[in-house]
């Protein structure tokens, strides 16, 4: 079984900068496709950012060039950076591992975690 704990949302001010941590409990070379959806109320999900298993990235246009996404394979770790956030980015964040990235940014199916909330303020 995998286990799939995030880190690190909280409150900012728009412009300010957040990191988010995501744990998996099975080794990431096992396989896995690691990212970030996030969900808002009242709005659809939205994949955010992914990284596969050699290292390539998929991030969403509607966080390009604020957003990035690494991860440590000796930790299990993916971090989602964020910098210049706007009140737009304002939602629930979700760690997801899956095989395919297609999967994680779908935000439907893999290994989720329990979410992490991020709240921006303008």
């Known amino acids: 079984q995998v286990q799939v704990v995030e880190s690190g949302g909280g409150s900012v001010q728009a412009g300010g900068s957040l990191r988010l941590s995501c744990v998996v409990s099975r080794n990431t070379h096992s396989g896995y496709c690691m990212g970030w959806f996030r969900q808002a109320p009242g709005k659809e999900r939205e994949g955010v950012a992914a990284i596969d298993i050699d290292g390539t990235t998929s991030i969403a246009d509607s966080v390009k060039g604020r957003f990035t996404i690494s991860k440590e394979n000796a930790k299990n770790t993916v971090h989602l950076q964020m910098n210049s956030l706007k009140s737009s980015d304002t939602a629930m964040y979700y760690c997801?591992?899956?095989?395919?990235?297609?999967?994680?940014?779908?935000?439907?199916?893999?290994?989720r975690g329990q979410g992490t909330q991020v709240t921006v303020s303008s």
């Open positions: 997801v591992a899956a095989g395919l990235c297609r999967t994680v940014l779908a935000g439907m199916g893999g290994y």
